[in-house]
T-cell receptor
């Protein structure tokens, strides 16, 4: 139980385009989901907390207009990286809260 | 300020050589101490949650323990497939996780 999926697992896009990443809790409902970013050989950096039916809470230094988060249902949250640039290239991981946080497999974003 | 510190940064062991990973924490209103395992290019996999000092949990070759200031992840007779980065996190009063930087464990056959 407590399985979280992410799609896509890997995406390459051109600079200036937008990319949407989906996070789904497959066998449970999650009122709260989290979006993290991870740079090579570093730990997880929380970007935002996504609550179903309300606006996401962003961590300090994370641009709300650049990283759009939508949590439209109890099993789906999406992260859209708008007007992506090479510095946005990273590993993005979502988690869904049940008794603890259960993580998706991550999405590798490469912006050319 | 809430903080979680893991040591060592990296640990190389021979197969079968037991050892421990350390996680020191200062998290006000701690709501659980969490251990995860992360393989390269993948999301963290949940291992354990500890809630009170003196608590212990085991899973195969892993045992996690908790005191008022730190947690240990003991690895007994590890195998190469135990190689991964082990992450420790403290749950704060808002139920968010304060993450340590991780310990990269390498088990040589």
């Amino acid at each position: 139980g407590a399985v979280v999926s992410q799609h896509p697992s890997r995406v390459i896009c051109k600079s200036g385009t937008s990319v949407k990443i989906e996070c789904r809790s497959l066998d449970f409902q999650a009122t709260t989901m989290f979006w993290y970013r991870q740079f090579p050989k570093q730990s997880l950096m929380l970007m935002a907390t996504s609550n179903e039916g309300s606006k996401a809470t962003y961590e300090q230094g994370v641009e709300k207009d650049k990283f759009l988060i939508n949590h439209a249902s109890l099993t789906l949250s999406t992260l859209t990286v708008t007007s992506a640039h090479p510095e946005d290239s990273s590993f993005y991981i979502c988690s869904a809260k049940l008794d603890t946080q259960y993580f998706g497999p991550g999405t590798r974003l490469t912006v050319l | 300020e809430d903080q979680v510190t893991q040591s060592p940064e990296a640990l190389r062991l021979q197969e079968g050589e037991s050892s421990s990973l350390n996680c020191s924490y200062t998290v006000s209103g701690l709501r659980g101490l969490f251990w995860y395992r992360q393989d390269p290019g993948k999301g963290p996999e949940f291992l354990f949650t500890l809630y009170s000092a003196g608590e212990e949990k085991e899973k195969e070759r892993l045992k996690a323990t908790l005191t008022k200031k730190e947690s240990f992840l003991h690895i007994t007779a590890p195998k190469p497939e135990d190689s991964a980065t082990y992450l420790c996190a403290g749950g704060d009063s808002n139920y968010q996780l304060i993450w340590g930087a991780g310990t990269k464990l390498i088990i040589k056959p």
